[in-house]
């Protein structure tokens, strides 16, 4: 992948890991009933963690000095 793209897919995961993050807080917050699926946020966002890290990695330069 080119880095303009990989730096786009690192947007929208970031993106999308702040939405879940909120969206995670809300529910905590609102004492909502289905803890299942406030887990499963809560996997999705590790996951996105997980993939913003090895895109950030793939970024930096390799410098041979």
């Given amino acids: 992948m ?3 793209e990989l730096e786009r897919w ?3 995961l970031s ?9 995670i807080s ?4 609102t004492g909502h009933h289905d803890n299942m699926r406030v887990q499963r946020l809560k996997k999705r966002k ?3 963690k997980d993939m ?3 895109i950030q ?3 930096i330069p390799n410098l041979d000095a």
Wanted: proline share 0%; glycine share 0%.
């Fill in 46 to 48: 590790l996951k996105l």
């Fill in 26 to 29: 809300h529910l905590i917050d």
């Fill in 2 to 4: 080119e880095r303009a």
């Fill in 10 to 12: 690192l947007e929208e």
């Fill in 15 to 23: 993106v999308e890991h702040r939405d879940l993050d909120e969206v």
């Fill in 52 to 54: 913003m890290s090895r």
């Fill in 57 to 59: 990695s793939q970024l």
